[in-house]
């Protein structure tokens, strides 16, 4: 063959050849541009008031407790109430057999009474020996006027004496008249100091008297008080628990084998307290300092929230755990809450008005941990873009820069998303609508998976999201 002809026949096998990869290009091309739509979940950004709130775990406890003991000693004739009752202030709990305390009273009240005659019988005694004063003393006056008189007609005698005008024996006798109205004043004197004397005595009798009376009072009321005892009321609302001595148990209040009879719980109110880390107290006392802080706590099964506000804050960190205890108060007028029981405690801090909000699974972390989310643009396609994240809470991210109320962002999904593709936005599946592993899709909001492992599939699957551009 000439060289002429090899040139020939090379240049029609390399146009041959540029005509088949060409044709393979379009072919590829055309079957990239088929790929269909991803499907994917999406949620609207919204804009509105966004709570600042505190998540905690925390557990119920009796606004008081009241372990009822008995006060006095004896048998448990009575008891007036169930177990697990609801009491009243002041309804009756218990009787315990009163005939002992009602002996007693019996007693000190005769020993009152037998007092009270005493001081009787002392006053009319101070009053006789009163009299006898009074009768001492004008017998004093009369005889001292008497000796006056004497004193004076023996010494008008004495001169007439002197002068012999009159006889000796008459002289001698006014003086021993005299003499002896002297001594009989004397007597008299005594019997007056005597008979004061008397009086005196029978003036401390009466307050001693007296004294045993007040005495025996208080021994009275003492015994009314034990008395008292004998029968035992709730001192306050709440729920009775279980019973510690039944009828026919003897009650023992002395020494340290005394009996707690029964405990009641006040329910209404009712206490929360839960723990949290001491980092935020500063913030939690700012919002304190400006009002009421509310609080919601969801018992477990329970679907409704409970309400109530912060009532305590512990004086002291727990230095172990690095926490600080607080006290929420509740009505709970329907008694849900229940000593003892756990609750999911929300501490609402303040509300930031207006804030961005997207679902929390839309926030996706790229490979040097930038956060970003893909964006639904109206032609169907997505764009991923990059955003700032304020803070989580619960299922709701608030974003503070990077989307504006209105768009879309896809929630479920992601994994199979890159810039600029197509996608497919479906509705959230009901729970419980697909068994996994018979071949449907999974139930419950995460998107159908790949099945098989064709070549397409592996490719899709093998597609990562990149990072914002």
Known sequence: MHRGDRSVALAVALILLGGAACTENRAESKQAQRRPPVPVAVARVEQKP????????????????????????????????????????????????????E????????????????????????????????????????????????????ERYRDLLKKDLISREQHDQYQTSAQALAATVQADEADVRSAEETVRSDQ???????????????????????????????????????????????????????STLLTIHQIQPIYVSFTVPQQQLPTIKRYMAEGTLQVQVLPSGDPKPVRGTVTFVDNTVDTTTGTIRLKATFA????????????????????QPDAIVIPAQAVQTGQQGQLYVFVVKPDSTVDNRRVTVERTQGSETVVSNGLTAGEQVVTDGQPRLTPGAKVEVRAPEPRGGGQRGEGGPPSGPRGPRPQGGGPQQQGDAAQKPGPPR
């Open 50 to 101: 966004m709570p600042l709130q505190i998540q905690a775990i925390g557990t119920v406890e009796a606004y008081s407790v009241v372990s009822v003991r008995a006060q006095v000693g004896g048998e448990l004739t009575r008891v007036h109430i169930k177990e697990g009752q609801d009491v009243r202030k002041g309804d009756l709990l218990f009787t315990i057999d009163p005939r002992t305390a």
């Open 103 to 154: 002996a007693a009273l019996a007693q000190a009240q005769a020993n009152v009474a037998k007092d009270r005659t005493q001081v009787q019988q002392a006053r009319a005694t101070l009053e006789r020996d009163i009299a006898r004063v009074a009768q001492a003393r004008a017998a004093l006056a009369r005889d001292m006027a008497q000796a006056k008189n004497a004193e004076v007609q023996a």
């Open 204 to 258: 401390a009798a009466i307050r001693s008297a007296e004294e045993a009376v007040r005495a025996d009072e208080a021994v009275v009321d003492n015994v009314k008080v034990l008395l008292g005892y004998t029968t035992i009321r709730s001192p306050i609302d709440g729920r009775a628990g279980s019973l510690g001595l039944h009828e026919g148990n003897i009650v023992r209040a002395t020494g340290t084998n005394d």
């Open 332 to 351: 709970n007028d329907e008694k849900r809450l229940w000593p003892g029981q756990f609750v999911n405690v929300t501490l609402t801090l303040t509300t």
